[in-house]
């Protein structure tokens, strides 16, 4: 029982491979599996598969830690394998905010040594995501509203809470 269990949750998409992510009305989009759990979302929808290098030559629409069932690759398939960009090797520095104290930080690889995280100022989050892992239909909630040039709710939801946010982080 065991043996069956570890086979069911083994990755099927592997690091640089290119997903397809069905959308609205036949409509597509497409990113890069990055360094577990990242995912790399190219800008662009498409009604047809469009080539590798079209899809590797559009900017990033945005970088996230998405849940391992992605990787099983049964609803977002492989279409492409490419090696990744060197910008997209690692992880990009994201933000947190403490719920309770309302304090920012910085969490990212180089902060090994603290956690993989250190306190930062409003200033220096403003404009990164959020360090939190999303589901696969979030995601394309996502991508979808971008693209109808609606708010995101998951986004609002986890937006920083001005409120919160200690002076001495304002700057």
Same mark, same amino acid.
């Given at each position: ?39 790399? %979302? ?11 290098? !079209? ?6 629409? %945005? ?58 100022? $409003?200033?220096? !989050?403003?404009?990164?995501? &959020?360090?939190? &892992? ?35 982080? $304002?700057?």
């Amino acid at each position: 029982m065991i043996q069956k269990l570890e086979r069911s949750i083994k990755p099927n998409l592997l690091l640089g491979d290119i997903v397809e992510i069905s959308l609205m009305e036949g409509k597509f989009a497409y990113a890069q599996v990055g360094p577990s759990p990242l995912f790399i %979302f190219f800008d662009g929808i498409y009604e047809n598969r469009p080539s590798l290098d !079209v899809i590797l030559s559009r900017e990033i629409l %945005f970088k996230l830690w998405v849940y391992s069932d992605a990787l099983k690759g049964t609803r977002w398939k492989k279409v492409y394998s490419a090696e990744l960009s060197s910008q997209n090797k690692n992880t990009p520095p994201m933000r947190k905010q403490d719920k309770v104290s309302g304090r920012l930080y910085i969490h990212h690889e180089d902060y090994r040594d603290t956690n993989y995280e250190t306190p930062a100022t $409003l200033s220096e !989050v403003r404009g990164m995501e &959020v360090a939190a &892992v999303w589901e696969m239909d979030h995601v394309e909630s996502r991508i979808k509203d971008h693209y109808l040039g609606r708010p995101n709710k998951w986004i609002a939801s986890m937006s920083i809470d001005f409120d919160k946010v200690p002076s001495d982080q $304002l700057i």
